[in-house]
């Protein structure tokens, strides 16, 4: 029967699968481990992409005949090395953290839905409107503003006058928008 090797091929290639999924699974916590806490952040646009790549060196390593262990160590090490790096450039130059992950996004401000923002956005006034109610929002007038942030989640921000800093700072269409040059060092 010919298709009986879709089912089962022969012992070593099975006892090598499951060696090299071991192996290349400890690899790849050790690794995790190593680079840090902020590879396993919430997911922004780098991030998404270096995990997606993880599962697929993880994968080959695994399944592919032709990929040693080796070498899916080192793609591991080199995706890290890799995401380290531009997670510690984007920290020191304000300017590459905008263009990889973005800014985030005024949606609602003062009752007010944004619907040319949430158009841009591709978010409907349902997804804002549930955002208000798992923040516990009852009346729109508690709240000075619905943001979309850099990763895809929704942050609601409670009206609350005193203090001159404010968390919405860095939003570029709310009144309390610094420009960068502006910020103080730190903020």
Known sequence: ????????????KLGRSALLALCAYLALIFLLR??????????????????VALGSVLASTILNQDTTLADGVAAFAVLMGLQVALSWL????????SIVNGEPTLLFHKGRFLHETMKRERVTKEEV???????????FNDVDAVVLETDGT???VWRF???KESSLMDVEAHP????????APGG
């Open 161 to 163: 006058d005193q203090g």
């Open 176 to 183: 309390d928008y610094v420009p960068d040059q502006k910020r």
């Open 1 to 12: 029967m010919q298709n009986a090797s879709i089912f089962f091929d022969n012992w070593a």
């Open 129 to 139: 409107l549930a955002s208000l109610r798992n923040s516990n929002v009852r009346k």
């Open 90 to 97: 984007c920290v020191t130059s304000h300017r590459l953290d």
């Open 34 to 51: 190593v680079s840090g806490k902020r590879t396993l952040s919430k997911l922004n646009v780098f991030d998404f992409v270096f995990v």
């Open 154 to 156: 929704f942050s609601v």
